[in-house]
């Protein structure tokens, strides 16, 4: 039975409340880190809204500068925003089944982040499992409830940290950065349905981890989600 759009709403902001809780201290962090490189709370909230990707927002905002090398920072962002490409992949026939309008679907992209990906795939595999059919599988309403319930977050909380920046010092100190992992590996816990289901993040973290000894962190993810599709190939791509 499909829920209705009353209750797809309530369902998609209830499965966001404990990641946005996530993101209010990361976004703070990043706006006060935004502030203290020369970024206006303004600019903060534009940069965060029209590019909901954490890691490379803090990349972009570590390069920036009194003469902000721009095509080094865009070209650092695509890097690390790479792993989008494959996210947005696995998605797609989802959002094609659905017959959805072209900006509707155009809409549901630009909206995706890891985490909303994640609990968008959970959900989707959920309504399988009930028998919904495969139309009806992504639920647009229950998908922008929880999308846009955690971008107004991400945004807001890098706004108001950027406020605040000049007067509030080092926040990386008290440990908020261990709410990135942290959350990662919830999603990873929650959509895993088996252990040879984990090889390929196995795979992922041991390159990514090497790499990262050699490399910067934006190549170190490009050569984890290369090799993690390996991997998959490898493997025979089955699920």
Not at 76 to 104: D, F
Not at 110 to 138: S, V
Not at 210 to 239: C, D, K, N
Request: overall charge neutral; proline content about 4%; some cysteine.
């Amino acid at each position: 039975m499909l829920d209705s759009t009353h209750t797809s709403i309530r369902r998609g902001m209830v499965m966001a409340l404990p990641v946005a809780l996530g993101f209010l201290p990361l976004a703070f962090i990043l706006g006060v880190q935004g502030s203290q490189h020369g970024l206006s709370a303004l600019g903060m909230a534009i940069m965060c809204g029209l590019n909901l990707a954490g890691g490379s927002e803090f990349a972009a905002v570590s390069l920036w500068s009194a003469t902000p090398p721009l095509l080094l920072i865009a070209m650092t962002t695509w890097l690390i925003n790479s792993r989008h490409i494959v996210m947005g992949a696995a998605l797609t026939p989802y959002v094609q089944k659905a017959g959805l309008s072209n900006p509707t679907a155009l809409t549901i992209f630009f909206l995706m982040c890891d985490e909303t990906w994640a609990l968008a795939m959970n959900e989707i595999d959920r309504r399988k499992q009930a028998g919904i059919a495969t139309e009806k599988l992504l639920c647009p309403t229950f998908y922008f409830s929880l999308a846009l319930t955690l971008w107004i977050v991400w945004w807001m909380g890098a706004a108001v940290g950027a406020l605040v920046g000049q007067s509030v010092g080092d926040m990386t100190q008290y440990g908020f950065m261990m709410a990135f992992p942290a959350t990662f590996i919830a999603l990873l816990a929650m959509m895993s349905r088996g252990i040879k289901q984990w090889s390929p993040v196995v795979v992922a973290g041991i390159v990514s981890a090497i790499a990262s000894l050699f490399f910067p962190t934006h190549y170190a993810v490009m050569l984890a989600i290369a090799a993690s599709l390996f991997w998959v190939y490898v493997q025979g791509g089955e699920r």
